[in-house]
């Protein structure tokens, strides 16, 4: 079954952009009509959608963190990536990297990666 | 775009139910039948029990089960479990291809 890996470093420098990368493994990013999602989760706080791709390459965003975020697919490493650009303290959290078979909902979910946002 | 509203807590024994509110208003909630419910263990990763307000994906419990009426969706847990208990998150579509998360709710099964 689909697999999601989320990598990229645990420290990032106030202002600097945030890159992460999720791996997808037992199957293809690019079969099937499937978009692929970033959830972030504060630590002790509640879920926050970041934005998707789908596999056209066509993207969406959260509205408040459109300006800083971008994501972007490579099917020849069947991997899609995170970057959000000048980062706070506030940025601090668990990204999570799935899997939407629809715009609504995600059935698939990475184990999430800590990034943690310090000088 | 604010998120959806939970109860903080709720509680329950074993055996019995019990029902998560979440309410949005009629841009995201009430608006669409695109509703989804998370199960989220402490350190682990959301797992989908619940999408398109009443939907269970392969391999969830018929004890989960899902409902709206207006700007209001439920999640319903009968033959409650100590495996039940952990955090629970609705989410909705919100329009121009979003969505947007409730902000949680803790189920303690006493």
């Known amino acids: 079954q689909v697999q999601l890996q989320e990598s990229g470093p645990g420290l990032v420098k106030p202002s600097q952009t945030l890159s992460l990368t999720c791996t997808v493994s037992?199957?293809?990013?690019?079969?099937?009509?499937?978009?692929w999602s970033w959830i972030r989760q504060p630590a002790g706080k509640g879920l926050e959608w970041i934005g998707r791709?789908?596999?056209?390459?066509?993207?969406n965003y959260n509205p408040s963190l459109k300006s800083r975020v971008t994501i972007s697919v490579d099917t020849s490493k069947n991997q899609f990536s995170l970057k959000l650009s000048s980062v706070t303290a506030a940025d601090t959290a668990v990204y999570y990297c799935?899997?939407?078979?629809?715009?609504?909902?995600?059935?698939?979910w990475g184990k999430g990666t800590t990034v943690t946002v310090s000088s | 775009q604010s998120a959806l509203t939970q109860p903080a807590s709720v509680s329950g024994s074993p055996g019995q139910s019990i029902t998560i509110s979440c309410t949005g208003t009629?841009?995201?909630?009430?608006?669409?039948?695109?509703v989804s419910w998370y199960q989220q263990h402490p350190g682990k990763a959301p797992k989908l029990m619940i999408y398109?307000?009443?939907k269970r994906p392969s391999g969830v419990s018929n004890r989960f089960s899902g409902s709206k009426s207006g700007n209001t969706a439920s999640l319903t847990i009968s033959g409650l479990q100590a495996e039940d208990e952990a955090d629970y998150y609705c989410?909705?579509?919100?329009?121009?291809?979003?969505?947007?998360f409730g902000g949680g709710t803790k189920l303690t099964v006493l």
């Open positions: 799935a899997r939407a078979p629809r715009e609504r909902y995600m059935d698939v």
């Open positions: 037992g199957g293809s990013i690019s079969s099937g009509s499937y978009y």
């Open positions: 791709i789908y596999t056209s390459g066509s993207t």
């Open positions: 009629s841009s995201d909630v009430g608006g669409y039948n695109y």
């Open positions: 398109d307000v009443s």
């Open positions: 989410c909705s579509y919100a329009g121009s291809s979003t969505v947007v």
